[in-house]
């Protein structure tokens, strides 16, 4: 194999890596707007007033859901550019 070839190889496997950090961050935003709709939707509905605590729970995780995926974000993507030196 040539040093072309590998390199090419690595190159790919570098955006592979990075479109996949991408997508985990896409899933942690994805589940926070998910907990806090849910979350309002069942403190509005009056028919849920039993579960109104559980609303309130979603509420209070869906923001840490999503400053958990960030931080890991970016530590993946520094992690990935002090790896490969780009």
Same mark, same amino acid.
């Given at each position: 194999?040539? =040093?072309?070839?590998?390199? +090419?190889?690595?190159k790919? $496997? @570098?955006?592979?890596?990075?479109l996949? /950090? *991408?997508?985990?961050?896409?899933?942690?935003?994805? =589940?926070?707007?998910?907990? +806090?709709?849910?979350g309002? $939707? @069942?403190?509005?509905?009056?028919?849920? /007033? *039993?579960?109104?605590?559980?609303?309130?729970?979603?509420?209070?995780i869906?923001?840490?859901?999503?400053?958990?995926?960030?931080?890991?974000?970016?530590?993946?993507?520094?992690?990935?550019?002090?790896?490969?030196?780009?």
């Open positions: 194999m040539s =040093t072309l070839e590998q390199s +090419l190889r690595d790919l $496997a @570098i955006d592979r890596t990075r996949a /950090n *991408e997508r985990t961050f896409l899933a942690y935003f994805r =589940t926070f707007i998910v907990f +806090l709709s849910s309002f $939707a @069942i403190i509005k509905l009056d028919l849920l /007033n *039993e579960i109104r605590w559980i609303g309130i729970m979603l509420i209070v869906g923001p840490a859901l999503l400053i958990i995926g960030l931080f890991r974000f970016l530590y993946v993507k520094k992690s990935i550019k002090n790896y490969y030196k780009e």
